[in-house]
T-cell receptor
Framework: DQQVKQNSPSLSVQEGRISILNCDYT??????FLWYKKYPAEGPTFLIS?????DKNEDGRFTVFLNKSAKHLSLHIVPSQPGDSAVYFC??????????????FGQGTILTVHP | ETGVTQSPTHLIKTRGQQVTLRCSSQ?????VSWYQQALGQGPQFIFQ???????GRGNFPPRFSGLQFPNYSSELNVNALELDDSALYLC???????????FGEGSWLTVV
């Protein structure tokens, strides 16, 4: 039962354009969502997060949008840079206490940004 | 640099053997979680430790066990290794609540 899904295994974008990575979830108890970037042979690096009380969070070139009714979130990267090429994981956690450390991940999307 | 360090970085074990992986959490972080990432998949939650006690477990058999020490560092032990245990094992630490969860670079385990 895949509770967090990233339906696009890969995405190719031209440098300077917008990258949009999508994520869907099924568990309505999820209330905190995170995006991680991962290079080969490295651990995931935290990018940005959003709580279910918000519908948008921005940090520099990265913006995450949350649509709770559709159980959908997206990560926008503007402008995209070649150094953004990596695997991007969406993750979610459930309300309460130390539950935030128990993340459910999607399968990942490979982003390639072409110069 | 996340401040989460894992050892060893790579190891090869034979089916049926036992392995111990280690994690030093970032200073001040009292919560450590372990994840298994198989090739082409997202990380899967194994278990979490909070102040030296197991605080939640994913869908992994009992031969996956762990410890957290008073300094909040942690170990993951896997007994009776199977070929399917070959994966990247990730440790993550946080100070709980909605604070950021940081990952180490992982330990690559190959079971032959």
């Amino acid at each position: 039962d895949q509770q967090v899904k990233q339906n696009s295994p890969s995405l190719s974008v031209q440098e300077g354009r917008i990258s949009i990575l999508n994520c869907d979830y099924t568990n309505s108890m999820f209330d905190y969502f995170l995006w991680y970037k991962k290079y080969p042979a490295e651990g995931p690096t935290f990018l940005i997060s959003i709580s279910s009380i918000k519908d948008k969070n921005e940090d520099g070139r990265f913006t995450v949008f949350l649509n709770k009714s559709a159980k959908h979130l997206s990560l926008h990267i503007v402008p995209s840079q070649p150094g953004d090429s990596a695997v991007y994981f969406c993750a979610a956690s459930v309300r309460g206490g130390t539950s935030y450390g128990k993340l459910t991940f999607g399968q990942g999307t490979i982003l390639t940004v072409h110069p | 640099e996340t401040g989460v360090t894992q050892s060893p970085t790579h190891l090869i074990k034979t089916r049926g053997q036992q392995v111990t992986l280690r994690c030093s959490s970032q200073s001040g972080h009292n919560t450590v979680s372990w994840y298994q990432q198989a090739l082409g998949q997202g990380p899967q939650f194994i278990f979490q430790y909070y102040r030296e006690e197991e605080n939640g477990r994913g869908n992994f058999p009992p031969r996956f066990s762990g410890l957290q020490f008073p300094n909040y560092s942690s170990e993951l032990n896997v007994n009776a290794l199977e070929l399917d245990d070959s994966a990247l094992y990730l440790c993550a630490s946080s100070s709980g609540g909605r604070n950021t969860i940081y990952f180490g670079e992982g330990s690559w385990l190959t079971v032959v």
